[in-house]
């Protein structure tokens, strides 16, 4: 799990971190960011859309990274709020609009789930917004409790709650097809 | 012994203290119900692995490039070998166009390229690619004939180029190598070619002008750069002591 981890250091000089240092570390952290995104939203268009809104931001920001910070969770951070702005703004629409692609990417207990029929995307798909976040971090990032709970803001133990419901939910809707 | 569904999960992603983690694997030799139960946390990790792990191998749009670098252009290009400098860009008919557009493309160009690469040591700055940190170290300080097998770059041959600059093939050692060549140009060393490359044992110590395992690429980027034979491990010594300056 170690090499899943957050490895990806803006070097420890003093200097404020030069927007082009920050390219640099954003070029190689991008394959991360897209398979974060890709299990958020499940829509890989949709999921890089993500990822460029987040890269988009980071740079605009690049003031706000203490040199000396972790450079992956903290764009971490930034998609993962970008995604919370993309879901309100979609139940926003919905509210107003006719509900076009329900379920897409929200639960949707609503709809007939054919159990049998789930992937790995839609059991995921189903999830609470916040499990499916903190199990993304922590199962598919590879991030630490302790990291993930960094990313999401919230004090650890809130962190592993919703890594384990998330997780129940996951082996109960993957577990029908067995 | 019974454990909460958070312990037991903790366990399996590696989270305990080592107290715990003790008590856990103690009670799970005569508990085959808990091996079960852990056994399915990280089967359900694996099974997330297998979905999205792919995503990391799938190309990267150009479009993330181009936001990654705070770059509007964006160009669709591929291969591994990146030759930043190519001779036929002399004979070009249109030499500033080329020079401009060439400097442009480059940070995307290697931008692939730099995601598999170390962190430390190579960089784009208004879209060059510049030599820093340890990789500019070794290429000034480094011998090939006294390097140690675990530095984090290895040297390989150096050669004087066709305009007289000294230049220094090079593989930087990490997760996954990355191979050079960079030549010294006044005070600093511009990269001439990069690509992927698989880190090769080589024994430590040995001088091996010729013998070092480069890609294919950079072979070729060398041949087309160089003038008569690679420098000797005298010749490499002297080199170093006049700063890289051309005799």
Redesign the interface.
């Known amino acids: 799990?170690e090499?899943n981890g957050i490895r990806?250091r803006i070097?420890q000089c003093k200097q404020p971190v030069?927007?082009?240092?920050l390219?640099?570390?954003?070029?190689?952290?991008?394959?991360?960011l897209?398979?974060f995104a890709?299990?958020l939203t499940r829509n890989p268009h949709d999921a890089?859309d993500l990822?460029?809104l987040a890269?988009?931001r980071a740079?605009a920001r690049s003031q706000q990274l203490r040199p000396d910070a972790a450079l992956a969770g903290w764009v971490f951070g930034i998609l993962r709020n970008a995604w919370t702005d993309e879901l309100r703004a979609r139940s926003r629409s919905e509210r107003i609009f006719a509900p076009q692609e329900a379920g897409q990417n929200v639960g949707d207990p609503a709809a007939a789930v054919q159990a049998d029929m789930l992937c790995?995307?839609d059991a995921?798909a189903r999830l609470p917004d916040e499990q499916r976040v903190a199990?993304a971090l922590?199962?598919?990032e590879g991030l630490?409790?302790k990291e993930a709970a960094h990313v999401m803001a919230v004090p650890i133990g809130t962190l592993?709650?919703r890594?384990?419901r998330g997780?129940?939910a996951?082996?109960a809707l993957?577990g029908a097809q067995d | 012994m019974t454990f909460s569904d958070e312990t037991v999960m903790a366990y399996a992603d590696g989270e305990l203290d080592a107290a715990t983690r003790a008590a856990v694997e103690l009670a799970m030799a005569s508990d085959p119900d808990l091996a079960q139960r852990i056994a399915r946390h990280r089967g359900l990790r694996q099974q997330l692995r297998r979905e999205f792990d792919p995503v990391l191998a799938e190309p990267l749009p150009d479009r993330l490039l181009a936001a990654a670098t705070g770059n509007a252009l964006a160009q669709a290009h591929s291969g591994n070998v990146v030759t930043l400098q190519r001779r036929p860009m002399r004979q070009w008919t249109w030499p500033q166009w080329g020079a401009i557009a060439a400097s442009l493309v480059v940070g995307l160009l290697l931008a692939p390229l730099l995601r598999r690469a170390p962190t430390e040591g190579l960089g784009i700055r208004d879209g060059k690619v510049l030599v820093s940190g340890t990789l500019a170290h070794a290429l000034t300080e480094q011998l090939a004939s006294t390097q140690t097998a675990d530095a984090p770059v290895r040297v390989g041959v150096s050669f004087q180029s066709r305009n007289g600059d000294y230049c220094r093939t090079f593989t930087l050692h990490e997760q996954n190598a990355v191979a050079g060549v960079a030549c010294r140009d006044r005070d600093s060393w511009r990269i001439e070619a990069l690509a992927a490359a698989h880190p090769a044992a080589s024994g430590p110590g040995v001088y091996q002008p010729a013998a070092s395992p480069l890609p294919p690429g950079i072979e070729q980027s060398v041949s087309e750069l160089i003038v008569g034979e690679p420098l000797d491990a005298k010749a490499e010594a002297a080199a170093r002591a006049r700063g890289w300056r051309g005799p």
Do not use: F, G, K
């Not at chain 1, 030069?18 to 240092?21: G, H, K, L, V």
């Open positions: 799990m090499e990806v070097h030069s927007p082009s240092d390219s640099t570390e954003l070029v190689a952290l991008l394959p991360r897209r398979r890709r299990a890089d990822v460029q890269l988009e740079l790995v995307q995921l199990v922590v199962l598919v630490s409790y592993t709650s890594l384990a997780r129940e996951l082996q993957l």
